[in-house]
């Protein structure tokens, strides 16, 4: 149990486009999930928590604007980069909770976006 | 906000030894998790422990929560556990963030 999935895993588009990324709890509903953003040998750095229901929380220094995020139901949450541009470039990872038993996270497999 | 430091940055074995791996950390946290990052970017996660000890074959894991630490072993390491460890804490329960820290670059050698 406890399988999030995202899609695509790899995505390349040119510059000015929208690209829009899926991020799914498969086995488990979650009201909280979590964005990502990695660079090249980098850590992971939130980007914003998405809520079902409710606007997302962005953390500090991320563009609302260009990092739309919508959490329309319990196992679905989508980040949509728009007019994408090279410096987006990254591999984005989501994230849920799991609170049955313990307080875990499980993270999908990523996205690994690059803008031409 | 909390900060997490891991250490060493970087770590190169021979197969077969064993090592600790440590993650500091600067405030009281609820959660404190364990994941491996494998070559293609999938976080695994290997302990979920805020507190106490736990194993899981080769691997083991103790966190002092009083002290703000947490360490990971690993023993008779194989070249398959090569990647990225990364520790990463958070306040509160599932859904609450989690901070990361920067890592720990290990190469097992055969």
């Known amino acids: 149990g406890a399988v999030v999935s995202q899609h695509p895993s790899r995505v390349i588009c040119k510059s000015g486009t929208s690209v829009k990324i899926e991020c799914r709890s498969l086995?488990?509903?979650?009201?909280?999930m979590f964005w990502y953003r990695q660079f090249p040998k980098q850590s992971l750095m939130l980007m914003a928590t998405?809520?079902?229901?409710?606007?997302?929380?962005?953390e500090q220094g991320v563009e609302k604007d260009k990092f739309l995020i919508n959490h329309a139901s319990l196992t679905l949450s989508t980040l949509t980069v728009t007019s994408a541009h090279p410096e987006d470039s990254s591999f984005y990872i989501c994230?849920?909770?799991?609170?049955?038993?313990?307080?875990?996270?499980?993270f999908g497999p990523g996205t690994r976006l690059t803008v031409l | 906000g909390i900060q997490v430091e891991q250490s060493p940055p970087d770590l190169i074995l021979q197969e077969g030894a064993n090592s600790t791996l440590r993650c500091n950390f600067s405030?009281?946290?609820?959660?404190l998790q364990w994941f491996h990052q494998n070559p293609w970017g999938q976080l695994i996660n290997l302990f979920y422990?805020?507190?106490g000890t736990k194993q899981n074959g080769r691997l083991s894991a103790t966190t002092v929560a009083t002290e703000r630490y947490s360490l990971l072993y690993i023993s008779s390491s194989q070249t398959t556990d090569s990647g990225v460890y990364f520790c990463?804490?958070?306040?509160?329960?599932?859904?609450?963030?989690?901070?990361f820290g920067k890592g720990i670059t290990l190469s097992v050698r055969p």
């Open positions: 990463a804490v958070g306040l509160g329960g599932a859904n609450s963030k989690l901070t």
């Open positions: 998405s809520n079902e229901g409710s606007k997302a929380t962005y």
């Open positions: 994230s849920a909770g799991r609170e049955v038993s313990y307080n875990e996270q499980f």
């Open positions: 405030d009281s946290v609820n959660n």
């Open positions: 086995d488990f509903q979650a009201t909280t």
């Open positions: 422990i805020p507190s």
